[in-house]
């Protein structure tokens, strides 16, 4: 993975805590559990030497508190900037030989945001969530409740990367924006139903259904666009890559076990007219994705190999949509599925979690709502295609701006 890092936000409502409490209790509480969780998560403690070691050397992790006066967490939030939000990361504190980088910050009204900036070359979702929901239950009992396993060599073991993927780095965008929609259950169901070709067909996912959506959007994006010849450009095609975690696929890895072991194929490029009666075969195709990886060597035969061809596909795929001005889109829709909302330090579940991505363009990061009922989605697009994005009928008709996450 390129040394990206991924910053996770927990917003902890008032009044949970009251507005005269001891700033210095909690933080003294937040740090010495933050210590003993180290010591079980002990290579988040240490530094990245190259692409293949971290020093487990006990240097710690950057703890940075700070305080918000004059404004509540009510108002920091609403309306909702997902850019302002970047200075509750300790982004300019954590050096890119750190793993993990913590800031906590105190509102006057009684609210906390705790931000947790993890490498993502070290961890994927499942390793943050596992991480995040340790600490938090060492503050709340004063010990662990679960344990991390560092086994994932037994079970993939490394390998030599082939010179096509040595030195990769992701495309970056500059001036990209987030946005956060929120997609209701009534709105989810009415996609699951469009999603189904016929009354036996198997319900898709609520996440796999506003992918699939999500996929015909961004498929809309851009038709008709103007090329440097003045001629509209007259199909578009769209491909998506979905990460697929392999925890609970691979017999021999557990859930706790830390790394980021996701791969990410790649469907297959979809051409205009794509609409919501094409949500069958999108859902289908993301199915596909899923099974290749579920039926393929990747875990059948624990074959490295597989993983490399599938990173190649979708670096060629890259390389093409950069270079095909505007005929070929490339899109991440990422299903963060874990339990981050039961993160209680002890002041009860957060009242909203955010994933920042800001850096990577064309990518939706997909989170249940704290009801666990509804989605949301976190979209980074440059500030061109935002536009064009967040003002398309056919995405406001299922999905909703966040404008205030607390409300």
Known sequence: MTPAYVPVLFFYSPPLLPANYNINHHLAILKSSLSQTLTLFYPLAGRIKDEHHIDCNDDGVKFVHARVRHLSLSQALSPLKLEDLTQLVPREHTKAEEVLGVQVTFFECGGVAVVVYLSRKIV?????????????????FGSAVLHPRFDVASVFPPMKLPPSLEGYVEATAENCVDRVFRFEASKIAEL???????????????MMAVSAFLWSVFNAMGCGKIKGNNNPIPGRHCMLYMPVFLRGKVPDLHQHTMG??????????????????????????LRDVVRR????????????????????????????ACDSDGELGLYEASSWEFPFYDADFG????SWVEIVNGIYPNVAVCTHTKSGDGIDATITLSEKDMAEFESMPELLEYATPVHNPLA
Not at 260 to 285: Q, Y
């Open 260 to 285: 980021n072991f996701a791969v990410t194929p790649l469907t297959p490029a979809m051409a205009p007219p794509i609409d919501l009666s094409a949500m069958p075969e999108l859902v289908e195709a």
């Open 347 to 350: 002041w009860g579940r957060p």
């Open 192 to 206: 699951k139903a469009k999603a189904k070709a016929n009354d036996e067909d198997e319900d898709p996912s609520k």
């Open 124 to 140: 994927d979702a499942q390793s943050a969530c596992t991480f995040v929901l340790g600490w938090a239950s060492t503050a709340k």
């Open 293 to 320: 990886v579920e039926e393929g060597g990747i875990v059948k035969r624990r074959d490295g190999g597989e993983v490399v061809k599938m990173m190649e596909v979708v670096i060629e795929a890259s390389n093409k």
